[in-house]
């Protein structure tokens, strides 16, 4: 117990840390836009203007960032549950942290409502400030769950797999859904947060449903 309780604090302490660098990173990444002679008030949508060479190495700097989370839940956990729950907690942790540092370096974002681009990677994935937070709190919850839980019985059948799946990707496709406007470089008027809540309310019911089935 007092080596799992170790292994969790490691958890946050690194995904902190990452969180700290990734908004490092983006506010770089600002810097190098608005020597280009933009204006600030546009970013983060104009980024998709930067030159194509540094668009395709930030895309492949994000899929080496998930490899890099992947890497460090593997060794983190001996089961599946807690391989899963350490990458949900360091995740979730640096989902969060990221928006907090840039809120105290910066002043960005102004609020909670406020427009990002979360990922580019295959399409760029765009919504409100609140959506990614929610997505992440849910990470931290659940992975801590999963991570200080992992002897505990578990029966995920194939059906239960595929609900899961099905609710992130409904999630998914409610950040992809205004991909071209940012491509195009406008501000989106709206987000489907029907679409975004009916994901996170059947992927965390189900879920709940699950832990409760084998209890």
């Given at each position: 117990m007092h080596e799992r309780g170790a292994n969790y604090l490691a958890l946050w302490l690194l995904a902190l840390a990452f969180g700290w660098l990734e908004a490092a990173t983006v506010i770089?990444?600002?810097?190098?836009?608005?020597?280009?002679?933009?204006?600030?008030?546009?970013?983060?949508?104009?980024?998709?203007?930067?030159?194509?060479?540094?668009?395709?190495?930030?895309?492949?700097?994000?899929?080496?960032?998930?490899?890099?989370?992947?890497?460090?839940?593997?060794?983190?956990?001996?089961?599946?549950?807690?391989?899963?729950?350490?990458?949900l907690i360091v995740f979730g942790i640096w989902d969060v942290i990221y928006y907090v540092a840039l809120r105290l370096l910066v002043g960005w974002p102004g609020s909670l409502a406020t427009w990002d681009i979360l990922f580019l990677i295959p399409l760029p994935w765009v919504g409100p400030v609140w959506a990614p937070a929610t997505v992440a709190a849910i990470f931290i919850v659940a992975g801590s769950y999963l991570f200080r839980t992992p002897e505990r019985p578990r029966d995920y059948r194939q059906k239960d797999i595929a609900i899961l799946l099905a609710s992130a990707?409904?999630?998914?496709?409610a950040f992809l859904v205004q991909w071209r406007v940012v491509i195009d470089q406008r501000l989106p008027k709206d987000f489907p947060a029907w679409l975004f809540w009916t994901g996170i309310v059947l992927g965390m019911g189900w879920f709940v449903r699950l832990e409760r089935r084998v209890m």
């Open positions: 770089y990444l600002r810097e190098v836009y608005l020597r280009l002679g933009n204006s600030v008030e546009s970013y983060p949508f104009a980024l998709v203007s930067l030159p194509t060479r540094l668009i395709a190495i930030e895309v492949v700097r994000e899929a080496c960032t998930i490899v890099l989370m992947g890497a460090v839940a593997w060794l983190a956990g001996r089961r599946t549950a807690d391989r899963i729950g350490a990458f990707i409904v999630v998914v496709g």
